[in-house]
Every structure is written in structure tokens, then in C-alpha cells.
């Protein structure tokens, strides 16, 4: 007989669900017949069809022991029903009916506080103090011998329901009210509130083997509940040490409480030292999470475990099980826009109605995808503005997150105190008033002038009724309101990490990878222009978008300007694909051409003297110039230029873009567009050594005559064989050089009467010199071809 969880909190049980269908499957596939109790209609675990025979009845002790004096089964299943299921563990017990899996004493020993802290002293395991109290007065005097903050919680709760951080005794005695009108049977608990690291960690145990499929770290940190943390697989800033410490803890728990099955710990580390928070010895909120990342059928050995089976039989191993080559981020997903009324503040009290999961190369990537999912918005060609309002506590720590976001283009406005510690850092800030009783606030919010909101406040119910209010607007327009100075710090590092939804891997879950894969490499450049050229003839290489968030940058990654994929081509000598370093892709490369030519030439995959190459352009012809038998450099044939501006999608009567008045940031510019395979825009100038490319160069990338992103040339024609060039190319930033971009300038310098056609134009950029070639029938690009190294790279 299996007990589910029975109709609990919003957005709370599934976890306890999934565990129960897969016990009942499990059974089933050992022979027995199952029975369920459940009375939630929304599981899957009520379905007619998942066990042999359902009960939709109250989990309440006579209700189940009628069932029980009808089905006469062997034992009874607690561990996957949550707090629940748990709490008939006592009398289940006291009427003789076998528990099966970890027995009934070994699940109070984990709950009761006197007796766990007795187990805890025995191992020399630390955990913060507490005491375990009855009634208003026994609550004030432990929280003033324990110091405040201290956290207030019932015990055998579920989701941190009325589980609070009490700052004074004011706070204790408002909790205490709302917990102690619950009419609580058990002791509340009240602890000291170290504010540290949180890990949570599942375990599997036979009582002799111990089995932990993953060590999970919370990005937020203590005091806001496990389901509404963002956790992160494998843990991101634990070091060996400190993991072992925890595996040692982990096992002689499970093995000391008897535990046969699942067994979830929470940890803290706080200044150095690993302190137990809490044990549930039942299923948790992270085991399906953790199943499918790992690959470890977590409820199926428990199962099996609990029935007798030893964990060495069941072919996963004992003690930490190996780690996949990912990064696996849970995050909660909340229903703020239905409750008006509710506080939306992250605290110890769950209020989270679902999560997604994130599964990246990096913690970067798998965050932004876990976000992204949640509902968060972090992709923006436009960054507006961030409202920051923190209580004094918080001053110190948000400075960092501040400094982040106006480095990355947010204009920041703040409330006085905020104001004024963010200044200290030179950053320059807006001073708003304060949030309920300031319309301005609410003005930019319906201005669309802010993207994201940052609130750690006080526990006034004037503050909250404020808080409240705000939040909600900022709900129903769209703007994510963070309050947890943790998830804002993770969300100022996505947004800083370049990653979107184009350049993100789609990652199989059925077909993981096991082990991290190697990538051999080539550096190649030609005038500092330098590209990652990577063999791809069997296909393996499915998101090269992603590799170029990764591999192209200067100090994370190898450093390039983008990524070139060799194929099979059935046209050409080979397929040419090319990706720019925000792995946006392009569909020609003039640079890239010629230093493919001679990587082909070089490692033996052509002896001819020229190489076609399909692009996505079309092909494309390469003759090589040979020096001891190695390529130096080498001439590509581009194409026409083309200047036909519907072609370009540009949107104006005239059938050329050629010395075109536009205003972009604010000030007017002359631009002729050339298509060389890839959008240019081309701007005459005296002195391009003083344009501010940095700043203009995203502007005219993102500018709304180019629906397609362009990039931009600022070009000074010294004479009319020699011209000096710029560049911003779009996905890669201000680039050495670019071969297209000398292609284009020549082209436009032609169409303005700057440069004759048919002549070789010599090219100056940052990196060296190009020679361009223009007539009507095409465009002729030569330039050197350097090897930089040749490596291995894992992914």
C-alpha cells in the first residue's frame, strides 16, 4: 500500500507524485500488487490505470486503517508521500502495521530535535542551535539566549509553511501568533539564522550501502526556501574538501538514522564550517530533477532497496556518483499574477507553483536557459532601466550587481539610501522617491522605461503593503521583480554572458552525453582578423552558435572573432559555414576563405593550386600563393557587389542606398549599403581613428533601417588608390579586420566617385593591408594567411 500526499499547497506534491507512480511502477515490475491512497485529483498517481487498485480517500488515520483492515498488504509505503504520508508514520507504527523501507523510529529520530541533535553529537556534526518550544514565552526567551535573526518554524511541515526569520521580539510574537493559532501538535523550532551557503544533497542507502546521485547548491542564500532557490548541479563553488566533508556527513547520517531508501539533507556552510540544517527522510522536491540529469533511477532503487534488495546488486555504484559533463539549474516558477494580494518576497515559507529545468555546458548557459524558461526576460537589444530599492542590510552587497548592470549599458535609478551607496562606486544613479508614495516610480514603470526591478525590503506591514502593490504592477506589465540579491547577481551575470536563444545548445535529455567530448582546433587569422576553423565531415558538431560563446572569447575561451565549420559539400571541395563570436551566422567571410584555402592546402585535403568553397552565398573560387610548400597567402574570388536596396531591405523609393541621409543616436549621418554576401553599411569620414566605435558601432548594427543587423565600415578615402578602414561587424563587435567590410568600402568609395573600377585598392584596417579588386563582372579579395597554433579543447 502506497500513501501519495494527499491535496496540499499550490504548486507543491509534484514532486511527491512522480515519486509514488514510479514505487508503484517499480512494485509492479517485482511482482507485487499495488495499492494507492490518494485523494488529489490532480496526480497523476490518481489515475485509474496506475495502480492496481486506487483509494480516493482523506490520508487521515482511520480513514487509512479501514483500508488497510480491507487489503491486508505486507507493508506500507511512507517515504514518497511527503510530510503527509510521514505523519501517519507514528500511528501506523503504534497499530502494527510494517513500514516499509526506513522504519518508523529511524523517521522519528530525523524529526524529533532532541533526539537528532543527540545523533548529531555523537558524529561531531554541526548544526545551528536551537531550541524546540511550546508556547509565546519559552519562544522569546530561546531567541534572545540564541541571538537574533533567528528562524521560527513548526515541525512536520511541508513547503516552510509559516517558517519565518524573526529579527526582534516584536517579529517572534506576531510568528508565534499565526503559528501557535494553527494549533500545532509539535514542538516549534526556533534556530539561530546563519546566513551562509545552502546545498541540499539525496541519498540512497540499504543500511549498509550508501549511494548520493548528486550534491545540489543553492544560488540564493540561506533563509529563502529550498523550492523557491534557484539550485545548481553539480555545486559551483565547493571545493574537494569541503565535498568530501559533505559525502562523510551524508553517509554516516543516512546509515546511522537505518535509513532504507531516500533520504534528503539540507546543509548550510557558514565561514568555512558545514552545518546540517535539516533531514527528511522521505523523498524531496529535487529527486525527479536529479533522476533525469544523472541518469540514476532514484524512487526505482529506493524501491527496490526498501523491499530488501541490497544496493550493490542494483548496478549503480556506492558512494558519489560520477558527475555528467553538464550543468543541470532548477528554477521555481511563481503565480504572482493570479494573487493580488500576495507577498511576493522570497523568505522560508515556499510560494513557488512550479519549476523548469536548465541543462547547459556551463552554469551560464544552463541559467540562462532556466530563466529564460521561468519566464524571466534577459534578451534585449535595447537596455532601458533598473529600479533598485534594498533595505540597509543589503546596502553593502548590491553595489557589485549596480557596477555589473551599468557596465552593460542599464541606466540606473534608486531610492535615497540605495542611491547614495551606489554612488560611492563613481556609478551615476537617479534618485527616486519612495515606493508607495512616489507616482514617479509607477510613471516609469508605464513609461517602459524600466526591464527589471530589484526590492529587499523591511518587515513593516507599510513596507509589505507597498511592496505588494508594486510587484504586481510589475507582474501584469511584464517586468521581473527581484528580491533576493542572489538572483539578481545571476541574472546581471547572464545578461553579461552573451548568451541567447539562437546561440544556446538544444540538449537531447533522453541521449546525454557521459563524459565531456575533445575538439581538435585551429587558430588561423590574416591581418588580426582570426577565426577557429573546426573539421566537421561527420556531423558531430549540432550547435556551433553555442561553441563561439565559449570558445571566441578573448579571456574565457581560445579568443577569435568567430568560428569557421568544414563539411562535406557535394558542389565544392568543401562547405564553408561561418559564425560570428555571438554565434550568430553569417553567410560569407572573405578572411575566412582564404585562410580556409590553406588549411585544406596545408593538411592535405587539396594539392590544387585553387579550391572552391560552397558558402552560403554560393561558391566561392580560392588561389593559393605557395612558399616552401605551405600557403602565405591567398585570393578569393567575392562575388559581385551588389548596391540594390531592395535587396538589402532597405526601405526607401530610391533602387540605391549611395550617400543616404539617415539620423542614428541622435545625429545625422551619409551611408551607402553594400550586399558583398553580407549586409555593409559604409561611412565616409575625415579622421576614422576618432570615431567612437564602441559606442556608434551597436547602434548602426541594431539601427531599424536594418532589419538584418548590419555591419558598418567608417572609411577615410586617402587617395584614390588607398583607402583607410574601421570596423563593426555585427555579432563580433570592432574586429582587426574584415574582408567583406574592404570589399563593401571599395565598392562604396567607387558608387561616391572616391576610387576608379577596375584597379587594385589597398585597404588599410587595424591588422595590416587588403587588396581589393572591383569591376562589374566581380570583386577579388587577396590578402597573407597565418597559421596561429593548432589545439584540443573539451565541450
Known amino acids: 500500500l502506497v500513501l501519495g500526499s494527499g491535496p496540499i499547497r499550490i504548486g507543491q506534491g509534484i514532486e511527491f507524485d512522480y515519486s509514488s507512480v514510479h514505487c508503484v511502477w517499480t512494485l509492479k515490475e517485482l511482482g507485487y500488487d499495488v495499492v494507492i491512497v490518494n485523494n488529489n485529483p490532480e496526480t497523476v498517481s490518481t489515475d485509474y490505470d496506475t495502480a492496481d487498485r486506487l483509494y480516493f480517500e482523506p ?44 522504519s518508523a523510529e529511524s523517521i522519528d529520530m530525523a524529526e524529533d530535535r532532541e533526539r537528532f541533535d543527540a545523533l548529531l553529537e555523537r558524529f561531531h556534526i554541526k548544526r545551528p542551535q536551537g531550541r524546540g518550544v511550546l508556547g509565546m514565552e519559552e519562544a522569546l526567551a530561546a531567541a534572545n539566549e540564541l541571538g537574533y535573526p533567528v528562524l521560527l518554524r513548526p515541525s512536520y511541515v511541508i513547503g516552510g509553511q509559516n517558517m519565518v526569520i524573526a529579527h526582534n521580539d516584536e517579529d517572534v510574537k506576531t510568528y508565534m501568533n499565526v503559528i501557535l493559532s494553527g494549533k500545532v501538535e509539535n514542538p516549534v523550532l526556533v534556530d539561530q539564522y546563519l546566513m551562509g551557503k545552502e546545498l541540499e544533497v539525496d541519498v540512497i542507502s540499504d543500511g549498509t550501502d550508501v549511494l548520493i546521485p548528486g550534491v545540489m547548491q543553492h544560488i540564493e542564500r540561506t533563509g529563502v526556501h529550498s523550492g523557491d532557490s534557484i539550485a545548481v548541479y553539480p555545486p559551483f563553488s565547493i571545493g574537494d574538501r569541503m565535498l568530501r566533508t559533505i559525502v562523510d556527513c551524508s553517509e554516516k547520517l543516512a546509515l546511522s538514522l537505518g535509513t532504507k531508501g531516500l533520504i534528503n539533507i539540507q546543509y548550510l556552510i557558514y565561514q568555512g564550517e558545514l552545518y546540517v540544517i535539516e533531514v527528511n527522510p522521505r523523498a524531496s522536491r529535487t529527486v525527479p530533477y536529479i533522476s533525469k540529469v544523472t541518469g540514476v533511477p532514484m524512487v526505482d532503487l529506493a524501491t527496490q532497496v526498501s523491499v530488501g534488495r541490497p544496493l550493490r546488486s542494483l548496478g549503480y555504484g556506492t558512494g558519489l556518483y560520477p558527475q555528467p559533463p553538464y550543468v543541470a539549474v532548477k528554477v521555481p516558477v511563481f503565480s504572482f499574477e493570479k494573487l ?29 536557459k532556466g530563466l529564460v524558461s521561468a519566464g524571466y526576460k534577459v534578451e534585449s537589444a535595447e537596455k532601458k532601466g533598473v529600479l533598485i530599492s534594498v533595505n540597509r542590510r543589503d546596502q553593502p552587497e548590491i553595489l557589485d550587481t549596480a557596477r555589473k548592470l551599468d557596465e552593460l549599458g542599464f541606466r540606473l535609478y534608486a531610492t535615497d539610501g540605495t542611491a547614495r551607496e551606489i554612488e560611492r562606486l563613481g556609478t551615476s544613479v537617479e ?46 506589465l511584464g517586468i521581473p521583480c527581484l528580491t533576493s540579491l542572489d538572483t539578481a547577481g545571476a541574472l546581471a551575470d547572464i545578461l553579461e554572458s552573451r548568451y541567447n536563444q539562437g546561440n544556446t545548445e538544444l540538449v537531447d535529455i533522453c541521449h546525454l552525453r557521459q563524459q565531456r567530448e575533445k575538439l581538435p582546433f585551429t587558430k588561423m587569422q590574416t591581418c588580426g582578423n582570426d577565426y577557429i576553423f573546426l573539421e566537421n565531415f561527420d556531423g558531430r558538431i549540432t550547435c556551433p552558435e553555442s561553441l563561439c560563446v565559449t570558445f ?25 559555414r561561418m559564425f560570428n563570436s555571438d554565434g550568430s551566422e553569417g553567410k560569407m567571410a572573405g578572411n575566412a576563405l582564404r585562410c580556409l584555402g590553406k588549411y585544406l592546402y596545408d593538411n592535405g585535403f587539396s594539392t590544387k593550386g585553387t579550391v572552391t568553397v560552397e558558402t552560403g552565398s554560393g561558391l566561392r573560387s580560392v588561389t593559393l600563393y ?37 539620423r542614428i543616436a541622435g545625429r545625422p549621418y551619409r551611408i551607402t549599403c553594400v550586399d558583398m554576401g553580407n549586409p555593409h553599411c559604409v561611412v565616409f569620414c575625415d579622421r576614422v581613428d576618432d570615431v567612437d566605435i564602441g559606442f556608434i558601432g551597436p547602434r548602426f548594427e541594431h539601427a531599424p533601417y536594418f532589419p538584418e543587423r548590419t555591419n558598418t565600415e567608417f572609411v577615410r578615402v586617402v587617395n584614390p588608390s588607398t583607402i583607410k578602414m574601421r570596423v563593426w561587424e555585427r555579432g563580433s563587435g570592432e574586429t582587426m579586420a574584415c574582408g567583406t567590410g574592404a570589399c563593401a568600402a571599395v565598392a562604396a568609395a567607387v558608387a561616391n566617385g572616391l576610387c576608379e573600377k577596375g584597379r587594385d585598392i589597398t585597404v588599410r584596417v587595424k591588422g595590416g593591408e587588403l587588396i581589393v579588386h572591383y569591376t562589374d563582372e566581380g570583386v577579388t579579395l587577396t590578402g597573407d594567411a597565418k597559421l596561429v597554433y593548432t589545439g584540443e579543447i573539451e565541450y
Open 59 to 102: 490520508l487521515y488515520p482511520e480513514d487509512v486503517m479501514h483500508i488497510i483492515e480491507v487489503e491486508k498488504p505486507v507493508g506500507v509505503v511512507v517515504a514518497f508521500g511527503g510530510q503527509t504520508a510521514i505523519k501517519l508514520t507514528k500511528f501506523l507504527d503504534r497499530q502494527g502495521i510494517p513500514i516499509l523501507g526506513t
Open 340 to 368: 493580488t494580494d500576495a507577498n511576493a518576497a522570497l523568505s522560508p515559507e515556499m510560494k513557488s507553483t512550479g519549476e523548469v529545468l536548465g541543462l547547459g555546458k556551463n552554469m551560464q548557459e544552463a541559467l540562462f
Open 431 to 476: 534618485i527616486v522617491g519612495k515606493l508607495g508614495r512616489d507616482n514617479r516610480v509607477f510613471q516609469l514603470l508605464e513609461d517602459g522605461k524600466i526591464d527589471y526591478v530589484i526590492l529587499t525590503g523591511s518587515t513593516e506591514p507599510e513596507y509589505i503593503r507597498d511592496f505588494i502593490r508594486l510587484n504586481h504592477r510589475c507582474v501584469q
Open 552 to 576: 571566441c572569447h578573448r579571456h574565457y575561451g581560445v579568443g577569435a572573432d568567430g568560428i569557421i565549420l568544414m563539411e562535406r559539400s557535394e558542389t565544392a571541395d568543401v562547405k564553408m
Open 626 to 662: 605557395t612558399t616552401n610548400r605551405k600557403v602565405t597567402s591567398a585570393s578569393v574570388d567575392m562575388g559581385k557587389a551588389a548596391l540594390d536596396a531592395s535587396g538589402l531591405k532597405f526601405p526607401i523609393a530610391e533602387p540605391q542606398v549611395v550617400d543616404y541621409p539617415v
